[in-house]
């Protein structure tokens, strides 16, 4: 037993120690005086954000606190494997005039990287908003791209990357471009608007999958194809385009339905592309941020093959089908509730003035829209139980179980063997 424990010991401790250093890290980053490990004093290559990314390991995030960024270098390369870089917000977190790199071909492509929640403003000269340049599992997620000097993004090589949830507007060329023979990428719930070219321009693509779009307002065509092996448009809202709202040419295998191609200046479809047997030609009826009006005649016409998060048939447009980044239970509500469209969702409600309310001494509370009358009892129980489950949880099982799963479990084992030692070593000693 004696000669068991110190290998007993030695194992757990390693078991311990692997464990703790199998929980990713977070690497803070934050405006100067924010009193976080990275605060940023100034752009260029050598930033405080720069220098979390090079400190990031795989599974880590870099997490950029709310402020405003001014000239940051970003370069990853194939040193930067599996790292996130996570904004607190998509309206907080501002890059200016930065550049943003994930993979080169000199130094070599990135791996898994993630980068969501912020807006990037103002690329300067001619840089792109983000450029990707044949790195794999890529994911951009619910961020704004607005004012590049080129390219909102520009994807080139034979690269791998969803897009979700991602604003394109008013940049001094393309929103989109995209060229890689044996590239794959996926966009999903993306506002293309008021770039001064194409919204999207692919030069060449292996797979593209463009998903419940919404490409407006852009200064020449909408979507312009010029070569592509796999490319599948559904879902999506073309409209107002200053030229032509979709040209597409030399794809081998193109599918195109669903969508709604509208009122674009020189016309809605040229070249080897015409409207899908679905597909409609309508005035999409939208509210602010390009979502649906609950009157709009594009909802739930969308394909049916494709539900939205409320397992309804799909819309066309922003704000339908996968990865629609919004949790509306209902779009086309009851005959008690009316349908509020706000910038990310239609929500179905009771009101949002007192006149909606019809019932005898009703009147409207604007933070819930919800019918109530005045000095109704509440159940304090009830409320108390509520506030109860929203607390945050303490215990410090909640915040690491690995480790204390296998804490318990060495204490136990401890316990059971210093119990096994003063028992038999002690009818030893006696035989």
Do not use: W
């Amino acid at each position: 037993m004696k000669r068991l424990l110190p290998l007993f010991f030695a194992t757990i401790t390693i078991l311990i120690f692997s464990a703790r250093r199998s929980i990713a890290a977070t690497l803070e980053v934050c405006p100067s005086g924010g009193g976080c490990t990275y605060e940023y004093t100034g752009g260029g290559a050598v930033n405080a954000i720069q220098t979390a990314v090079d400190a990031a390991g795989d599974g880590d995030t870099v997490y950029i606190s709310n402020g405003i960024y001014a000239s940051p270098e970003i370069d990853m390369t194939s040193a930067h494997i599996g790292i996130t870089i996570e904004g607190e917000s998509v309206s907080g977190v501002i890059l200016d005039e930065s550049y943003f790199r994930i993979g080169s071909a000199a130094n070599g492509a990135s791996t898994n990287i993630t980068v969501k929640n912020l807006t990037i403003r103002d690329s300067y000269n001619v840089n792109n908003g983000i450029e990707i340049v044949i790195s794999t599992g890529v994911v951009l997620r619910n961020l704004s791209i607005t004012g590049s000097g080129g390219e909102g993004v520009k994807i080139s090589g034979n690269a791998t990357v969803d897009i979700y949830n991602v604003v394109f507007s008013g940049g001094s060329s393309t929103g989109l471009r995209l060229n890689g023979s044996a590239a794959e990428v996926d966009v999903y719930n993306c506002n293309f608007s008021t770039n001064t070219y194409q919204g999207v321009l692919v030069e060449d693509m292996g797979i593209l999958n463009f998903i419940n779009n919404r490409v407006t307002a852009n200064g020449t065509v909408g979507v312009q194809v010029n070569q592509g092996t796999t490319i599948d448009f559904t879902n999506n809202n073309i409209y107002d385009n200053a030229t032509y709202g979709m040209n597409v040419s030399s794809v081998t295998s193109l599918t195109n339905d669903y969508n709604n191609v509208d009122s674009n200046t020189s016309g809605d479809y040229t070249g080897d592309i015409t409207a899908g047997l679905h597909s409609l030609s309508i005035d999409p009826d939208i509210a602010a941020g390009g979502i649906l009006n609950c009157t709009s005649l594009l909802i739930h016409a969308g394909d049916p093959s494709i539900t939205d998060v409320d397992t309804t048939c799909s819309d066309i447009g922003l704000y339908g089908g996968p990865g629609s980044g919004f949790s509306s239970e209902n779009y086309i509500c009851s005959a008690s509730l009316f349908c509020h469209v706000t910038v990310s969702s239609h929500v179905c409600i009771e009101c949002l003035i007192d006149g909606d309310c019809t019932g005898e001494g009703e009147t409207c509370d604007t933070e819930n829209n919800e019918c109530e009358v005045l000095g109704a009892e509440v159940d304090e129980d009830e409320d108390e139980d509520e506030d109860e489950s929203d607390l945050p949880a303490t215990s410090m099982y909640n915040e690491d179980p690995v480790f204390y799963t296998i804490l318990s479990v060495f204490l136990i084992i401890i316990g059971y063997l210093l119990y096994a030692q003063k028992r038999y070593g002690k009818c030893r000693a006696e035989n």
